[in-house]
């Protein structure tokens, strides 16, 4: 006869197959080892990928990168502090709307209040923004499309099985979901898609149907196409950003102060298509919200080609002044990186600045080649990206190469997402680190002007000086240190496979000088 925990876990398992999930990472513990053993049941019989990390935290943003490229991820982990590694990964799952599933296990009812070992308060330790579910039964798990679902597992002992044959059954199909109700605009008003963050291809649709400009951050999914404009956020502060009348906005936008400035004027009306996530509500008014919307015909006043023409002028006078710098700039590098992509290859971008970077330097692709740009930008966290990743380039379903761009301050808070066992898969993945020795991004923001400049190294800049090289060296991963353009991108034409880390050392003492010159560009 199965013992109760046995029992229990299997059966939390097999409702993961149901729910689609077709990964499964496990963190090593002794209170989940009911459920590792009904994960591996499962990833013996073909149900699931079966990942291991020893550290919750690249275990939860792993599952994170998996669910991104949609592949349905859960995460296992055992009692204790073990959960509480897990919430930065469940609070950008809960913003983002991914439907990441953070399996916990506990010990049973009887021992909580007491002081037994690893024992605390496990339910509801997420907050009131994920669902949670406290199983004894796993009849009663029902889990989210639209979010991440907590199954805190009560397990007692016994926790080995006493058996190995147990196989789950395969999974029926999953159902589809019915299409949005759409609502339609009218012509007239001078208008601006912006797509931010999860936009998808409707943004680019309904741009192309009306012929408006598409303002698109790189993580829409809608920067393609001949719309989408290269330098929007430098245009938004001119006469013509002046001009404009109404925005239709999809997805999250959450990179440039620009772009919130023109959602949050009084003379401009907003039309929303709502985001994905727990607070979906827009943080400035909107006259109209829909599903969808669509529009009676093209638009054919001018105005696009207006934007497109101060769009091509921007960006040859940027490109300029780039070229004439005598160091090779952050800016450069994301260009570089976006060039290098080929069709059907994914990109993960760290926050902070390589993701701004990246807005100002790629040029929209071609409908169809199937790249695509991925960023955590739920919370926008430096948290967990190389494991996020790694587990997006493991969940890729295509045979090009993934990279991923990312600050030195992020790569090393995520440095021990390169631990992986020997019999881990392991993906292609290129990481390139853009290492200004510390937080370049506080440079351009208030704190970063001259009067702050007695504090600003120690409280903001945080020069850390580690060898990237030698942290490498430690995890056995591959690194390439490029100082120049062309070094950066023979490093990116011609990857060795695997995992492997490519160095750009750049400036930090000019960049809130660039900074203030590129913005000078258009003003």
């Known amino acids: 006869m199965t013992n109760p925990s046995t029992e229990l876990a299997r059966g939390v398992v097999t409702a993961l197959l149901a729910a689609g999930v077709k990964e499964i990472v496990v963190a090593p513990g002794s209170r989940n080892a009911p459920l590792s053993f009904a994960a591996l049941a499962a990833a013996d019989g073909g149900m699931v990928r079966l990942h ?19 592949a349905r991820a859960a995460v296992i982990c055992t009692s204790g502090t073990a959960v509480a590694n897990l919430h930065p990964a469940v609070l950008e799952a809960a913003h983002a709307g991914l439907p990441v599933v953070f399996v916990t296990a506990d010990r049973p009812a009887r021992l909580r209040g ?10 509801g330790v997420f907050g009131r923004l994920v669902s949670t579910l406290d199983v004894t039964d796993a009849g009663d798990v029902v889990l989210h499309d639209d979010g991440p679902t907590h199954l805190n597992v009560q397990l007692d002992d016994p926790l080995i099985p006493e058996d190995d044959a147990w196989a789950p059954a395969s999974p029926g199909r999953q159902r589809s979901s019915p299409g949005a109700e759409a609502s339609s605009l009218p012509l007239g008003p001078r208008t601006v898609v912006v797509a931010g963050d999860d936009a998808a291809q409707a943004a680019r649709q309904l741009a192309e149907a009306a ?19 290269r330098c929007y956020r430098l245009l938004l502060d001119t006469d013509l950003g ?15 102060r620009p772009v919130t400035r023109l959602l949050g004027r009084e003379d401009v009306e907003v039309c929303s298509v709502p985001a994905r996530g727990a607070w979906a509500e827009r943080p400035y008014d909107v006259a109209h919200t829909a599903a969808a919307f669509t529009v009676p015909g093209p638009d054919a006043t001018g105005w696009l080609e207006e934007w497109r023409a101060a769009d091509r002028d921007v960006s040859r006078r940027l490109d300029a002044l780039l070229a004439a710098e005598p160091d090779l700039t952050p800016y450069e590098v994301a260009g570089a990186v976006s060039r290098a992509l080929p069709p059907g290859g994914q990109l993960v971008v760290g926050a902070s600045s390589p993701i701004r970077d990246l807005d100002l330097m790629v ?54 997402g390169l631990v992986l066992g020997p019999q881990e898969p392991r993906p292609d993945l290129t990481i390139v680190v853009v290492n200004d020795d510390g937080g370049s991004i506080f440079s351009m923001l208030e704190q970063g002007a001259p009067e702050h400049a007695a504090g600003f190294e120690r409280l903001f800049g945080t020069p850390h000086g580690v060898d990237l090289a030698a942290l490498c060296a430690a995890s056995r991963t591959p690194y390439l240190r490029v100082d120049s353009l062309p070094e950066l991108e023979q490093a990116l034409a011609s990857p060795n496979g695997g995992i492997e880390v490519v160095e750009v050392r750049v400036r930090r003492d000019n960049r809130r000088d660039l900074d203030a010159r590129i913005r000078a560009l258009t003003a």
């Open 363 to 416: 040029r929209p692709y071609p409908v169809g080649s199937r790249r695509k740009t991925i960023a955590n930008r739920g919370l926008s966290g430096i948290d967990g990206v190389v494991s996020t990743a790694i587990g997006a380039a493991l969940g890729r379903d295509s045979d090009a190469p993934t990279f991923a761009l990312m600050g030195d301050v992020t790569f090393l808070h995520d440095s021990n």
């Open 242 to 256: 002046r001009r404009i009348e109404r925005v239709v906005v999809f997805g999250r936008p959450t990179l440039s």
């Open 52 to 70: 291991t990390r020893i550290d919750e935290r690249s275990a939860g943003f792993l599952a994170v990168g998996l669910t991104r490229s949609h």
């Open 211 to 229: 012929g408006w400009p598409l303002l698109a951050e790189p993580t829409s999914g809608s920067r393609t196409g001949e719309h989408a404009l």
């Open 114 to 123: 007491t002081d037994a070992n690893q024992t605390t308060d496990q339910v």
